[in-house]
């Protein structure tokens, strides 16, 4: 996206708890971030996610966040 500074990632997981009789529930993220600085790897995000089904680890959660990619 943008010339390779900015990336898009959908994360969505299932999550099977065997302990406790087995109960399913599921979590959906999506990741956008932009890279600042192509040279020295400097790149934010913005991480917003949902949590789905009736033994949902969350209702809803959201990172920021800054990486340091050394290539």
């Not at 209702?59 to 800054?66: I, M, P």
Request: aromatic share 14%; with cysteine; charged share 20%.
């Amino acid at each position: 996206m943008a010339g390779g500074r900015n990336w898009l990632i959908v994360d969505p997981q299932v999550i099977v708890d065997h302990e406790a009789d087995s109960n399913v529930c599921a979590t959906f993220e999506v990741e956008w971030g932009y890279m600042m600085v192509l040279e020295s790897g400097i790149s934010t995000y913005f991480r917003p996610g949902i949590g789905l089904g009736s033994d949902k680890l969350y209702d809803w959660n959201l990172e920021v966040g800054l990486k340091f990619v050394w290539r």
